[in-house]
């Protein structure tokens, strides 16, 4: 059976929001640490999961602790989980997130930040030719799981591309992310792992596509050894 997650785990957060202190956490860190090995163990196995369908080079469990030091809210603690898994590069690209906060859990894939060069390539693709990058998006099970491509984007056109082209609403993005919620019941449902990984498993033939854009130039060649 998958591992889970615990209601614990919930019910610890909803208490850290109204304590949200150094004393009250340190009078609680047996309680956090034991939830957190759980979580950890969580994410462990899922990554093991995943390692079934993809190359997954490393998994990041975040700490708790927040950086305060450029924010307006001086709160010490976070008061949620999160994890990443990033791929094997500079062959494979993109990367998983898990978050998980009563009511405000999820799931995401893709970019969030490529470099200029990656975006530039990423761009120049689209510009070329967006029938490949199309049919992968708008499969039916693809679609039905992640729903549409989300992120930041420039209000019109990049410098040096055509306002008018058939492709401008890939184009002018400036990140290629999909986000999947989940309710807290199916958080803490038995079946949860499975329909991460799976749902993971689904994103697949979008990151080999972006993988084969951002190892070669725009007539194919490798950029890679």
Known sequence: MSATISKSVFEFFSKL?????????NDHK????????????FCAELMEQMQKHDEIDKMKMFRIYRDVRFSKDKTPYKTHFAASYGRNKPKLRGGY?????EGESFIATGFWDPNKEDLLRIRKEFEMDDSEIRDILNDKTFKSTWGELSGEEVKSAPKGFNKEHKAIDLIKKKQFIFVRNFTDKEVLAPDFLDKVNESFRIIRPYFDFMSDVLTTDLNGVSLID
Do not use: P
């Open 30 to 41: 047996k309680e956090f640490k034991a939830i957190e090995a759980d979580v950890k163990a």
């Open 17 to 25: 929001e109204k304590n949200n202190n150094r004393d009250w956490f």
């Open 97 to 101: 997130y898990l978050r998980l906060k």
